[in-house]
């Protein structure tokens, strides 16, 4: 590779900046002789602490940093996969060069006295905006109270300890990065708490046309999350959410290289769930993913989506 200098660019949360760390360290595992530069931005959606969906919705996440791409003020995006919009395509100019390969996609439940979840009594107040986690909650655990809870991990453990909020569910992989594990009481399974779509991927983001810097990135992509995360996304782009859809799934890779997807569709008081799963042996990801979401549309998810305001 001719550029002896590759510009980093990502949000400017700490475990953001642990995630561009990995990466790094990755890329000098690959090219010793290239140097790396963390360019460091504040999105809207570290700013606003309100509702998403008042702010272009998960867009809020990205779209700094994909101005900085297209700006030519970095040559690499580092974006967790959970936080890209699917249902309208990357920026114009630019492509996903690596999908990392996956972090664990399991949630965790943070409670200072170290009750479980089945152990929370009535009315314990559970720290969390995500619609995904509210709906899944009061589908199996209508005693909770959820209370609006956003900001980054180390900021939320912080309003726990404040008392804003008596237990946190907040995502394993972003506990690892920050080197937070220590504070996890239960790790719960995904039938307990399916994971939002693009659970635990971080991805690699280039200029379309630095076809170099992509041939070189590209090695650090995994082919078993490449091919979940292809799966899910084609998922979220057919069903076409947004922001305050309560959708979630994962995609599973099997030791014989078989694929399968399971995804559910909530309404957010969670008294309504759609459910589907399905294998695509060795089939193309995407069209296991688009078979997935007309599975859900046939039970009614189009309905179900659109009417949740957003």
Same mark, same amino acid.
């Given at each position: ?57 998960? $867009? !809020? ?15 690499? !995006? ?17 492509? &996903?060069?690596? &999908? ?8 965790? /439940? ?12 009535? $009315?314990? +107040? ?19 109270? =959820? ?15 404040? !008392?804003?909020?008596?237990? /946190? ?7 690892? +990065? ?27 983001? =280039? ?27 084609? &998922? /979220? ?5 947004? =922001? ?21 569709? &909530? ?44």
């Amino acid at each position: 590779m001719a550029a002896d200098l590759i510009r980093i660019v990502s949000r400017d949360s700490p475990m953001a900046l642990a995630q561009v760390e990995r990466v790094r360290a990755e890329l000098a595992a690959l090219c010793p002789d290239t140097r790396t530069e963390v360019v460091a931005v504040k999105t809207t959606g570290d700013k606003w602490m309100g509702d998403l969906a008042l702010v272009e919705g998960k $867009g !809020a996440f990205t779209k700094e940093v994909d101005q900085a791409l297209l700006a030519g003020d970095a040559d690499l !995006a580092v974006h967790c996969v959970k936080d890209i919009p699917a249902d309208r395509p990357l920026p114009a100019g630019t492509t &996903f060069a690596a &999908f990392l390969e996956r972090d664990d996609i399991r949630d965790a /439940l943070i409670h200072p006295d170290g009750l479980h979840l089945d152990q929370l009594p009535s $009315g314990t +107040r559970i720290g969390t905006s995500s619609v995904r986690r509210i709906a899944q909650l009061a589908a199996s655990y209508p005693h909770l109270e =959820c209370v609006p809870m956003r900001g980054n991990a180390n900021r939320r453990l912080e309003k726990l300890a404040a !008392a804003e909020a008596d237990a /946190l569910l907040l995502a394993v992989s972003g506990l690892e +990065r920050i080197g937070r594990t220590d504070v996890i009481t239960e790790i719960l399974s995904p039938e307990v708490m399916c994971p939002p779509i693009g659970a635990g991927v971080l991805a690699l983001q =280039c200029r379309e046309d630095d076809t170099e810097l992509i041939d070189l990135v590209s090695a650090l992509g995994d082919p078993d999350t490449h091919r979940e995360t292809t799966a899910e996304r084609m &998922f /979220l782009h057919v069903l076409q959410g947004h =922001c305050n859809s309560p959708i979630a799934g994962y995609a599973q890779t099997e030791g014989n290289g078989e694929l399968s997807l399971r995804a559910k569709v &909530f309404t957010p008081d969670g008294k309504k769930v759609l459910n589907a799963h399905e294998w695509a042996g060795r089939l193309d990801p995407a069209t296991l993913g688009t078979s997935v979401a007309v599975a859900l549309l046939r039970q009614g998810a189009r309905e179900l989506i659109d009417g949740i305001a957003h």
